[in-house]
């Protein structure tokens, strides 16, 4: 099953790139340590969520290893990103690969 390049997920609609820490990360545990070290001042229970959902999110997808893992940390990324302004980057527009709760994401 072919899917789109996850990486065009990293542009908001203002055409910024989203920052990222690595070119890629060995596993979500990796993953969910940086994002961890990147948002100091979110708590440790709503990254791990971010993550769970993504993670969530990627497998319902259907994606896999490297491609769920860059997949999931736009995802993730976004949601904490959105967290942390205090609403959407882009003016308050829903963004791409935003997360909903939809209580289905495993609990942290």
């Given at each position: 099953m072919a899917h789109p390049d996850p990486t065009e997920l990293t542009h908001?609609?203002?055409g910024k790139p989203m920052e990222r820490c690595c070119k890629s990360h060995a596993d979500w545990p990796t993953l969910t340590q940086h994002?961890?070290?990147a948002y100091p001042a979110i708590t440790l229970e709503?990254?791990?969520r971010a993550v769970a959902e993504a993670k969530t999110a990627t497998d319902t997808m259907d994606f896999?290893?490297?491609e769920a893992l860059v997949t999931g940390e736009v995802l993730a990324r976004r949601q904490l990103l959105e967290r942390t302004a205090g609403g959407?980057?882009?003016g308050g527009q829903p963004a791409v690969g935003t997360l909903q709760a939809s209580g289905s994401a495993p609990t942290p």
């Open positions: 908001a609609r203002v994002l961890i070290d709503e990254i791990v896999g290893g490297a959407s980057p882009d």
